[in-house]
């Protein structure tokens, strides 16, 4: 059981660049999320989904797109990569209890956009 | 709206003392309230986790956390803090009526003193 997965761990992208970070749990979770942590600013959400075919955006989705078409995986787009998407992404999934459950988080994937 | 606020941004503490970090939320029912540890980088760790009944709940590696309603509060205690503790807790409100989204506080890092 590997629990939540995420590559690449490290990127660096130049600017106007696109990108995929790929996400897969094992733990067949109705709930997956992305966030964003950046120094000084704890987690902020960028699209969430409840199922497979459904997403939502967070808090901050601007610059990003997603999808989930199976339950295991939801990777993250970025599509002109910004020097303010600098960031560390982390992935992470809940069962079906959703904001009532623990979170599973991924080892995060580190992005530089230069 | 729903936010998590962790008022101390660094704390250093020496090994053996105790130790408290706050927390307080807002949200507009009741909450589910998590305190996850991050070591650097990995990614989020469940410490422990509030949804009803006691309102001093037990969680791994000798934490504890006390839930006060009328505070809006949800700080991290450990009687004795080992040097292995050093590493950036996150306090996160659940919120299972507002889309099934976590909010997460700006963290607090933990150094501690030998």
């Known amino acids: 059981n590997a629990g939540v997965t995420q590559t690449p761990k490290f990127r660096i992208l130049k600017i106007g660049q696109s990108m995929t970070l790929q996400c897969t749990q094992d733990?067949?979770?109705?709930?997956m999320y992305w966030y964003r942590q950046d120094p000084g600013m704890g987690l902020k959400l960028i699209y969430y989904?409840?199922?497979?075919?459904?997403?939502d955006k967070g808090e901050v989705p601007n610059g990003y797109n997603v999808s989930r078409s199976t339950t295991e995986d939801f990777p993250l787009r970025l599509e002109l990569a910004a020097p303010s998407q600098t960031s560390v992404y982390f992935c992470?999934?809940?069962?079906?209890?959703?904001?009532?459950?623990?979170?599973?988080f991924g080892p995060g994937t580190r992005l530089l956009v230069l | 709206a729903q936010s998590v606020t962790q008022p101390d941004i660094h704390i250093t503490v020496s090994e053996g003392a105790s130790l408290e970090l706050r927390c307080n939320y807002s949200?507009?029912?009741?909450?589910?309230l998590f305190w996850y540890v991050q070591s650097p980088g990995q990614g989020l760790q469940l410490l422990l986790k509030?949804?009803?009944?006691?309102?001093l709940v037990q969680g791994i590696k000798g934490f504890e956390a006390e839930f006060k309603r009328s505070q809006s509060s949800f700080n991290l205690r450990k009687p004795s803090v080992h040097w292995s503790d050093a590493a950036e807790y996150f306090c996160?409100?659940?919120?299972?009526?507002?889309?099934?989204?976590?909010?997460f506080g700006t963290g607090t890092s933990l150094t501690v003193i030998p």
């Open positions: 996160a409100v659940g919120a299972p009526l507002t889309g099934n989204q976590f909010y």
């Open positions: 989904s409840v199922g497979a075919g459904i997403t």
């Open positions: 733990m067949n979770h109705n709930y």
């Open positions: 509030y949804f009803s009944g006691d309102t």
């Open positions: 949200y507009g029912a009741t909450p589910y």
């Open positions: 992470a999934s809940t069962g079906t209890g959703g904001g009532g459950e623990t979170q599973y």
